[in-house]
Every structure is written in C-alpha cells, then in structure tokens.
C-alpha cells in the first residue's frame, strides 16, 4: 500500500467518525465543528482524487463561509438542548428510512459504476488544469450568477444576525427609522451659562494672550 492509499483511508475515517459526532454530538456548537472537520477531510479526499476545483471549493465555501455562518448562528440562538430532545426521538423513523435509502442509492452507485460514462469519456492531456480552466469559465461566462450568488449569500447572513437579535433583552438594537428621522437640535442642546467671578478672574487678558 503507497501513501497515498494511505492517507485515504486516514482522510476517510476520520470523515466516518466526525460525520457520526455530528449527529450523536449533544452540544450544537460541538456538532457544527465535526460538521467543519468532517468538510475538511472530504476537501483532502478531493485533493487526493486530483479533484482541486472541488475541494478548494469545499474549504472557502463552506469552510471559510456558510460553516462559520452557521457556528455563529447556534452559539448566537438560546437553544433549549432538553426540550428538543424528544423532537430527535419523534422524527427518527423517518429519518432512519431516509438515510437507509441514501445508503442503498449509494451502494448500488459504487458497485454497479457508470461503465457507458467511462467508455465515452474524452481524454484530457495531463498539461491541461482544470482548475485554471473552470476559473476562467466561471469569471468569463458565468461572472453574473456568481454575483448574484454572492449577494444571496450576503443577505442570508445578515438575515440570520437579525433574526437572531430580534426581540432579546441583551440586545443593543436601534430602530433604523429613528436614526433617519433624527435632528442636530434632538442631540445637542447648548445652555448658557453665567462666568463666574473665580472663571473671568482665571481666563488670561488678551495682552497675556499675545505674548
């Protein structure tokens, strides 16, 4: 065995046992860090596949964005652990035969394979990088869905902060309106004063003032 089996079948049991943490984790922000270790590991087993597009994809998308998004969304919710306990119990049946049929898809896929895909399959010069090619159609062709996507990504971001500071007591919220509607004179008041005999007596005369 070369090392690079080896290393796939490291990358590989530790996807296992972080994707197995993820749902046996009782503590949700435990759960979303198996989550990022277990897209870590798949992100190494695409490298290892010769696959790169794929697993930077999987590091700056999910890893470097919508994960870190969601780690600040549970440890920013007040999730009651012991409530929701009974609702995992309640819906188990059918999340059971759901993931059963998931297995099922993917065993027959690993061992029946594609063998009309394989056969008809173009070959591709080892001087071409795909990833080079797949950057170039992405921010040529593709420019405007990318964005748009970006954007989509951007509003769920700030969608999920404000959900989540609504209507909590600890929250610093201001209404976006009474900041609009504001005026100079609503926040500065200037009252007048009379000067003291202490005050005139210390102020310097305009002849000291010069020199």
Do not use: C
């Not at 930077?56 to 999910?62: D, I, K």
């Not at 600040?72 to 995992?88: A, K, N, P, Q």
């Not at 999920?160 to 926040?187: E, F, W, Y």
Request: proline share 4%; hydrophobic share 60%.
């Amino acid at each position: 065995m070369d090392y690079q089996t080896g290393f796939f079948y490291l990358f590989a049991a530790v996807l296992l046992f972080a994707a197995f943490r993820v749902i046996t984790s009782r503590n949700p922000v435990h759960a979303v860090l198996y989550l990022m270790l277990a897209f870590s590991q798949a992100a190494a087993l695409w490298l290892i596949l010769k696959a790169e597009f794929l697993g930077l994809t999987l590091v700056l998308v999910y890893l470097g964005a919508v994960m870190v998004l969601f780690l600040f969304v549970v440890m920013m919710l007040d999730i009651r652990i012991e409530g929701d306990r009974w609702t995992f119990w309640q819906h188990f049946p059918l999340a059971a035969v759901i993931g059963a049929v998931v297995a099922a898809e993917i065993a027959a896929v690993m061992w029946v394979g594609f063998p009309s895909l394989a056969s008809s399959a173009p070959a591709v010069s080892s001087d071409v990088s795909n990833t080079k090619a797949l950057g170039i159609l992405l921010y040529t062709e593709y420019l405007y869905p990318i964005q748009v996507a970006a954007v989509i990504l951007l509003v769920a971001m700030i969608t999920a902060i404000a959900l989540t500071l609504r209507q909590r007591k600890d929250s610093k919220a201001i209404n976006p309106g009474d900041q609009v509607r504001v005026r100079a004179a609503d926040r500065l008041v200037v009252v007048p004063m009379a000067v003291t005999q202490k005050a005139a007596e210390a102020a310097p005369t305009p002849e000291e003032g010069k020199a």
